[in-house]
């Protein structure tokens, strides 16, 4: 069973920066890819970063440049550093793990956690 929590939401000014974790269930990441996705309000699920078990990443091109993605294998913690925060970045932020066909073949995102709200004030 994989379970995944989320912490590190909160209310921020435009230009700040905020840092999400999620830390995963035992053995989750060793042929798991990893990922972040946020929904804002009225809008649909988009995905905003993921990381493979080769610890190869994918930011999407709205947040490339502000956003990291990284992982501690060790603590099975995943993150989501964010910088440069814009009012368009409020949304909810959940964590997501899909297994592996093999290894940098993410399969579909089937596990989640609950959410984080991150809300950039102007």
């Known amino acids: 069973q994989v379970q995944l929590v989320e912490s590190g939401g909160g209310s921020v000014q435009a230009g700040g920066s905020l840092r999400l974790s999620c830390a995963a269930s035992?053995?989750?990441?060793?042929?798991?890819?990893m990922g972040w996705f946020r929904r804002a309000p009225g809008k649909g699920r988009e995905e905003v970063a993921h990381?493979?078990?080769?610890?190869?990443?994918y930011v999407t091109d709205s947040v490339k440049g502000r956003f990291t993605i990284s992982k501690d294998n060790a603590k099975t913690t995943l993150y989501l550093q964010m910088n440069s925060l814009k009012p368009e970045d409020t949304a909810t932020y959940y964590c997501?793990?899909?297994?592996?066909?093999?290894?940098?073949?993410?399969?579909?995102?089937?596990?989640w956690g609950q959410g984080t709200q991150v809300t950039v004030s102007s």
């Open positions: 997501a793990a899909a297994r592996e066909a093999y290894t940098s073949a993410c399969g579909a995102f089937n596990y």
């Open positions: 035992r053995n989750t990441f060793s042929g798991y890819c």
């Open positions: 990381i493979d078990s080769a610890g190869i990443p």
